[in-house]
C-alpha cells in the first residue's frame, strides 16, 4: 500500500490540492518501506487524482476534500480519509497501527454549503477548564507583553499553567507563510495540551482545528498578558 498525505511544513495540511507537498509512504505488512515528500505538482481538476495514482497511490490523507474530487480518487480505485490533523509522522503511526480516525472537513471552503461560526465569546463566559493549560497569543515572550491581536500570525504563543502560572514561550514559525498560517498554527498549538487560547481574533479555518481537538477559543482579547491571565483565573473560579 502507498499512502499520500497532503503536507505543510511537517503537519497534514487542511486543504489536499492546495498542500506545499506530499509525503508519500509506502507500507506492506505493518513496517514502512520507504517515505519520500515530493512538491505538489499542481491543483488543475483532475490532475492530482492521475498524478498520484501513476504513482502507485491507493490511499489519500487530508485535513479536507470537496466531494468531487473525492469522487475523482475513487474513480482511480483511491482511497480518501478526510477530518485528520496533526504532525505527519504521528498520522503514520497512527495509520499504520490502524487507529486512525477521520473526522470532519477541516478544508476552508465549504464546498457549497453555508458555514455557520460559533459567536466570539468574552472572559466572563467560559469558565476556566480546571487542570488545562492556557495558551495566550502575545507580542512578547513575557507576561508584561500585550496580547497579539492575530492567532495566526502571532509573534508568541505563551503556554500557562494557570494553577502554577509556569509557562512555555513557542515562537511563532507561522509568521511568514504564504498561507494556511492560521491551520499550521492551530496544529502547533494542538499539540501542546492547551485546553484554552485566549487571543484578540482568530480566522474560521483556526477555530475549526482548534475545537475539534476540544480546545475553547475566546477572542476579542486585548491588554497585558498578566492582566489578561488574572481576569481569565478570576471569572473561571
Request: with cysteine; glycine share 12%; hydrophobic share 35%.
Amino acid at each position: 500500500m502507498k499512502v499520500a498525505i497532503s503536507t505543510d511544513q511537517g503537519y497534514v495540511s487542511a486543504h489536499f490540492g492546495r498542500c506545499s507537498s506530499y509525503t508519500l509512504v509506502e507500507i506492506k505488512e505493518g513496517q514502512i518501506l520507504n517515505k519520500e515528500e515530493v512538491p505538489n505538482p499542481g491543483h488543475q481538476p483532475g490532475f492530482l487524482p492521475q498524478y498520484l495514482s501513476e504513482k502507485g497511490v491507493n490511499c489519500i490523507i487530508a485535513g479536507g476534500m470537496g466531494p468531487r474530487a473525492q469522487g475523482l480518487f475513487a474513480q482511480k480505485n483511491i482511497e480518501t480519509i478526510i477530518g485528520v490533523q496533526g504532525a505527519v509522522d504521528e498520522v503514520i503511526e497512527k495509520f499504520v497501527k490502524q487507529e486512525l480516525e477521520a473526522g470532519d472537513d477541516l478544508c476552508g471552503h465549504k464546498h457549497g454549503l453555508e458555514e455557520h461560526l460559533p459567536h466570539e465569546h468574552h472572559i466572563e463566559h467560559i469558565p476556566q477548564a480546571a487542570g488545562t493549560k492556557i495558551c495566550i497569543t502575545s507580542k512578547g515572550d513575557n507576561f508584561e507583553a500585550e496580547v497579539d491581536p492575530n492567532f495566526g500570525r502571532a509573534q508568541y504563543f505563551l503556554i500557562v499553567d494557570p494553577e502554577t502560572m509556569d509557562f512555555e514561550v513557542i515562537k511563532n514559525s507561522n509568521i511568514e507563510a504564504a498561507q494556511g498560517a492560521g491551520i499550521q498554527t492551530a496544529q502547533l498549538i494542538s499539540s501542546k495540551n492547551a485546553g484554552t487560547v485566549l487571543t484578540g481574533n482568530c480566522g474560521p479555518n483556526a477555530q475549526r482545528v482548534l475545537q475539534s481537538s476540544g480546545i475553547k477559543v475566546i477572542t476579542g482579547i486585548s491588554g497585558n498578558v498578566r492582566d489578561v491571565l488574572a481576569q481569565y483565573k478570576s471569572k473561571g473560579t
